[in-house]
């Protein structure tokens, strides 16, 4: 049982973050939408649970299958769509197929062919993201910025799953500003592609901007931010 102390908290910081993200919003200007994808790494089912029945979360991002599926029981029949945020490897792309709404960290042919070959097996389509490395970190996962357009017309050529845009992980960064011109340049590659009605995505996603990032990320362009310690808190053992 979550303390109402805990609840309390959460709701806290659930609300700051909202309302956080739609100054930037209002600020940045439009009328294109930001949602908020709560990253629930080591955060128990319950407490993502209460985000999603009494504060309004719709999507969490899990990082690990492994912690997806222990999860997944306790979640699915929840409001929430889950996406797998990070890295992914092939062999366990046939045990998330069907359960997870999005894979946001496509970064090769490889591991698309094997989402895309599970989910024509399965009889589904699968959303993805390509993940850009935009600060061309070798630590980090993802295409790099020049090779993003010739990975997109690739990954066009499968039928079971569906490119719905562009995510990021930024390099940390000292200020908003440098964390600007990072997201200002992936909302450049993301515009490129999707900005132009030749795809049939109806609202392609820019997903962008975590705890320390998430407002320069809406000033740049964000669609999507992935939020997780700001919300629940510092995580209290680290996460490969
Ligand atoms: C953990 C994580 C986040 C959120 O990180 P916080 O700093 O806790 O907000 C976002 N995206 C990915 C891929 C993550 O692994």
Known sequence: MLTEERKSVIRDNYLRVTENIENARIKRGGDAPVRLLAATKTVPAEEILFAANELGLRFAGENRTAELLSKYDELKDSPLALHLIGSLQTRKVKDIVGKVSMVESVDSLKLAAELDKRSAAAGLVTDILCEVNIGREESKGGVMPEEVPEFLDRLSEFGNIRTCGIMTMAPICA?????????????????????????????????????????????????QVRVGSSIFGERTYPVK
């Open 175 to 223: 200020s908003d500003t440098e964390y600007f011109k990072f997201f200002t340049e992936t909302y450049q590659i993301f515009i490129d592609f999707f900005g132009k009605k030749m795809h049939n995505i109806i609202e392609p996603v820019l997903s962008m901007g975590m705890s320390d990032s998430y407002v320069p990320a809406v000033l740049a362009g964000a669609t």
